[in-house]
């Protein structure tokens, strides 16, 4: 098995050989590693290089635009060094403290009108050059790696990160006609996003708004199924319109589970990362591991940060022996590895993943 195929068939519970690896690392922990192993590839470095499965996409262009002064959108002064995305939302520097952390601002979160909403220079898809995506894709699967394109933040988390989400949760909870606005806006832009990397031949699709806190869910499921399901089923739709076989892998952190159904509905494929301090892997499994595969399931709240190698060993273990032969699961870091994380333990990660082998491998 090339390392695509073997996680397609992991993906699609058909059966694998290995255990592909994963991991994303702060600012200080890049740093560790370019002083460790300056500039190797990290498949060399950890001498695993069928773990190491995807390639992801580039971004696809946006129509060129005047210049945006997003300043006029906020109505205090933001720090030197703040930086603007694409849809306006600040991020200001934040204490020595905060690390790698900024401050997010929202650029319509004084907006009163629909009529401030609807003339909001939202970015526009370039739909029609898109030969930086193809050529991605064929060259990901020339070297035998899956082709992998990003939209996280799909709908929810950019619509409030530009609304604010007091401000959206309003608008939603009075049926504001600015709610649906917002929204089905960004769903658009998703969509014509997302047909493009399922045009290009992209093996799986990465979609996500986190739409879980600690240990409860974001909003009720009336308002999820109401607002939201609806949206992320369209967006789904339109790429497995074009691409059938794609593979739909969707991010919330958090506790998410009453809302796995809905997402199961949506059309998801992929739930991650199923973080072990607000929801069993064993539980989750038990109940949708014939309906979902998973990615994550390696807390980045408790072992990565503070268990010992031999506990990270033996998570990685128990939770692939759990999703058996056939797959089902990419254990990996809930989430970015932060500085607290001694660079043993990722170590250890990677090692207890080579270790594991199916019955095939």
């Known amino acids: 098995m090339t390392a695509r195929e073997n996680l397609l068939g992991m993906y699609r ?19 560790t590693y370019r002083k460790i192993a300056g500039d190797t590839p990290k498949e060399e470095y950890f001498d695993y290089p069928e773990g190491f499965c995807l390639a992801w996409l580039p971004w696809p262009e946006y129509k060129q635009r005047n210049p945006v002064d997003w300043t006029r959108y906020f109505d205090t002064p933001l720090k030197p060094g703040t930086t603007f995305n694409a849809y306006g939302v600040a991020n200001e520097p934040g204490s020595e403290a905060a690390k790698h952390m900024t401050y997010m601002r929202h650029p319509l979160g004084r907006a009163t009108s629909l009529e401030e909403l609807q003339a909001y220079p939202f970015p526009e898809v370039n739909t029609l050059d ?13 070297k035998g790696l899956a082709a992998l394109g990003s939209v996280q933040c799909t709908i929810w988390e950019t619509a409030w990160y530009i609304r604010d989400m007091t401000q959206l949760m309003m ?4 049926e504001d006609e600015k709610a649906t606005f917002m929204l089905d806006t960004i769903t658009d832009i998703a969509c014509q ?12 699709v990465e979609l996500g708004d986190d739409i879980g806190m600690q240990s409860t869910i974001m909003m009720s499921q009336e308002m999820y199924r109401t607002w939201l399901q609806p949206r992320l089923t369209k967006v789904i739709a339109t ?9 739909v ?4 952190c958090g506790y998410v589970e009453p809302l796995i159904p809905n997402l199961i509905e949506a059309g998801i494929d992929i739930l991650n990362p199923v973080q072990p301090e607000c929801m069993p ?3 989750i499994h038990k109940k949708y591991g014939q309906q979902l595969s998973f990615n994550g399931t390696l807390g980045t709240q408790t072992t990565m940060p503070f268990g010992t190698p031999k506990d990270v060993r033996a998570t990685v273990l128990k939770n692939l022996e759990l ?6 699961l990419y254990c990996c870091p809930t989430h970015l590895l932060e500085p607290e994380v001694p660079w043993a333990n990722v170590e250890a990660y990677v090692k207890a993943c080579k270790e594991f082998r199916t019955a095939g491998g």
């Open 171 to 174: 608008d939603m909870t009075l």
């Open 13 to 31: 519970r058909t059966g694998y050989q290995h255990a592909p690896v994963g991991f994303g690392l702060c600012p200080s922990l890049q740093e």
């Open 130 to 142: 898109t030969g930086h995506i193809r050529q991605a894709v064929e060259e990901a699967h020339a």
């Open 249 to 252: 892998f969707y991010h919330s």
């Open 323 to 328: 999703a058996g032969p056939a797959g089902g």
């Open 193 to 204: 996003h997302l047909a493009l990397y399922a045009e290009a031949g992209a093996d799986v």
């Open 239 to 247: 790429v497995k319109r074009i691409k059938p076989d794609i593979l």
């Open 281 to 283: 892997f064993d539980r």
